[in-house]
Structures are given as structure tokens and as C-alpha cells.
């Protein structure tokens, strides 16, 4: 069983929402990430948060818009988003030193609908 | 940007087959990982590699680093149903370890 949790696990909304996706994990891990993947591709990387920090955002829209609000807690913001956003979003956690040994540890996933 | 190619994009095995997908790269990583994928669910972790020319087993699964630190293969022995799905390599790069590179998946199917 994945120990990074994701809600809701799936969400349905319209252009003019606001909604957020949570993510928690309980493994100490100084580093979480969001990422995004479509049917039948790869997930592509979004944010990465380090000790709190964002340390890398991947030309994201602003209507993607991340929170660390401690160590444990990841979350994603989504506004004024369009159809094309639908997608499973995935986050992720791993320790933060950058070393071998550093395996990063995926969430079942928030399935995203927008109408 | 770096590009893992991960092979086969597919299989159609019989339960029981043994299967081999490997994935390349012309840069060098200090950590390759193997997930599967179910439909609908996220990643999960199969076997992480963090030495060149580690051998690791888990199961019937057996992965290893290549000594050239650009490749690894993933070896699933005697295949059964609950095998099916996608299977994804990553790299951790040297630099810019936090980015991962993912292959593009191979998704096996299996009749039993």
C-alpha cells in the first residue's frame, strides 16, 4: 500500500471552480512533488517542493497553483482551468538530499474531469 | 531534453511466459526505478537500482543497472494474470536529480 494519500480521488468540475487535490505523507520525506499524466503517456513533472520550498516549477499555468503548507502536506490549487486539464494528477514524495538511494514514492492519484 | 527509450511499447504473452523490457539512455543516471501501473491508479514502485551493475530480485522480478550506468532491463519470470498493465522505467539524472525521465511504458498483456 502507497504511503502518500491523495483526495479526492476523483473530481468532476466546472471552468469558473475553484477546487483543491490534497496529498499527505507520513514517510518524513523533505521532498513532494506534483505531476501530471494523460491516458497511455508517462507523468510529467509539474512542482517540486523541497523542505517546504518550491524548488522547481515546469512552466505550469498560473492556474495550477501549489501549497506546502508543512512537511506532510502537499496541496494543488485549480482555477479557471479548461478541458484540457483533465488528467490523473499524481503526487509524489522522496527524500530531499539529492542522493543515490533517493526512490520517490507515487499516490494513487487524483482523476481530474473539467467541463 | 533526456529522453529514456524504453522497449518493447508492448507485449502479448501466454501465462507463464517469461518477459524482458529494458530501457536505454545516452546519459548517465545515478538511480534507475521500475514501476507498473494499473489502470487508473498511480505508479507503484517494483524494483529501485542505485549502483551500476546491481542485480536485484524481488519476487519473480529481477532488474539490474547496466555497468554503463545508461541502461537497465526489467525480467518478470512466469508470468500470471495479475501481471498485466504498464510498466514504466526512470532515471534519476546526475544533474537535476529531483527530475525524474520516465520511459514511455510498456504495457503487457497476457492471455491466459
Known amino acids: 500500500d502507497t504511503e502518500v494519500t491523495q483526495t479526492p480521488k476523483h473530481l468532476v468540475m466546472g471552468m469558473t471552480n475553484k477546487k483543491s487535490l490534497k496529498c499527505e505523507q507520513h514517510?518524513?520525506?523533505?521532498?513532494m512533488y506534483w505531476y501530471k499524466q494523460k491516458a497511455k503517456k508517462p507523468p510529467e513533472l509539474m512542482f517540486v517542493y523541497s523542505y517546504e520550498k518550491l524548488s522547481i516549477n515546469e512552466s505550469v499555468p498560473s492556474r495550477f497553483s501549489p501549497e506546502c503548507p508543512n512537511s506532510s502536506l502537499l496541496n494543488l490549487h485549480l482555477h479557471a482551468l479548461q478541458p484540457e486539464d483533465s488528467a490523473l494528477y499524481l503526487c509524489a514524495s522522496s527524500r530531499a538530499d539529492g542522493s543515490s538511494g533517493n526512490t520517490i514514492y507515487f499516490g494513487e492519484g487524483s482523476w481530474l474531469t473539467v467541463v | 531534453g533526456q529522453q529514456l527509450n524504453q522497449s518493447p511499447q508492448s507485449m502479448f504473452i501466454q501465462e507463464g511466459e517469461d518477459v524482458s523490457m529494458n530501457c536505454t539512455s545516452s546519459?548517465?543516471?545515478?538511480?534507475w526505478l521500475w514501476y507498473k501501473q494499473d489502470p487508473g491508479e498511480g505508479p507503484v514502485l517494483l524494483i529501485a537500482?542505485?549502483?551500476?551493475?546491481e542485480l536485484t530480485s524481488n519476487g519473480r522480478l529481477t532488474a539490474q543497472f547496466g555497468i554503463t550506468r545508461k541502461d537497465s532491463f526489467l525480467n518478470i519470470s512466469a508470468s500470471i494474470p495479475s501481471d498485466v498493465g504498464i510498466y514504466f522505467c526512470a532515471g534519476r539524472p546526475i544533474q537535476g536529480a529531483q527530475k525524474l525521465v520516465f520511459g514511455q511504458g510498456t504495457r503487457l498483456t497476457i492471455n491466459p
Open positions: 514517510m518524513g520525506h523533505r521532498a
Open positions: 546519459s548517465i543516471f545515478n538511480t
Open positions: 537500482l542505485y549502483k551500476a551493475g
